[in-house]
């Protein structure tokens, strides 16, 4: 019996790029693609911490501790599920253009460091930036925890992978922020 070949699920294909139709066709690329934010040309990650600022900014007057905790184990437990489809039907383990890792991330740095001027929540962001561009030291060691083996689809490990090198990159920055404020 002639049998059609089996079709590759998208997340076992080419590796897609993102496109406003690709953000709109499913919630979890909206999500993920950090609303838009993650489709920048350059410094998509960048591009997301930018926004992700300007988000807990425009929520901050408005929100207790208890409802921010809230809203960040939401956004981290919301931001694994979208991570994970996003990257499988993109084909990719860790696509740039994926960016709520890095909007989760850093709404933890700036809660932790609130209340905080503007020029303080600059330099959380340039620290968080560059631990999470660099991947100095424990940041490349949790990059690579999670990561598959080439030609393998991306799994529920792999979407958690893609926030967690982010948060040790938080805490790393909250770790910097911590030593200069008690030295």
Do not use: Y
């Given at each position: ?27 979890a690329?909206?999500i ?7 489709l920048?040309r ?5 591009a ?16 207790g ?9 939401v ?9 994970t ?7 990719q ?31 959380a ?10 991947k ?9 925890l ?11 490990a792999q979407?958690?992978g ?8 938080a ?8 030593l200069?404020?008690?030295?």
């Amino acid at each position: 019996m002639n049998r059609e070949p089996a079709v590759n699920p998208p997340f076992l294909g080419a590796a897609r790029k993102p496109d406003w139709r690709f953000l709109l066709s499913h919630p979890a690329h909206l999500i993920a693609l950090g609303f838009g934010s993650g489709l920048s040309r350059v410094a998509p990650g960048t591009a997301g911490t930018l926004w992700a600022w300007f988000v807990f900014d425009a929520l901050q007057p408005p929100m207790g501790e208890t409802a921010r905790g809230s809203v960040l184990v939401v956004a981290t437990l919301v931001g694994w599920w979208a991570c994970t489809v996003t990257a499988r039907h993109l084909a990719q383990a860790d696509p740039s253009s994926v960016v709520w890792d890095e909007v989760v991330a850093f709404w933890l740095v700036l809660w932790l460091v609130t209340p905080s001027g503007f020029w303080a929540q600059v330099v959380a962001f340039a620290l968080f930036r560059v631990f999470d561009a660099a991947k100095p030291g424990p940041v490349a060691w949790a990059d690579q925890l999670f990561k598959q083996r080439r030609g393998r689809p991306v799994g529920w490990a792999q979407g958690f992978g893609i926030l967690f090198d982010d948060f040790v990159a938080a805490l790393c920055t909250l770790l910097v922020i911590a030593l200069w404020k008690f030295v």
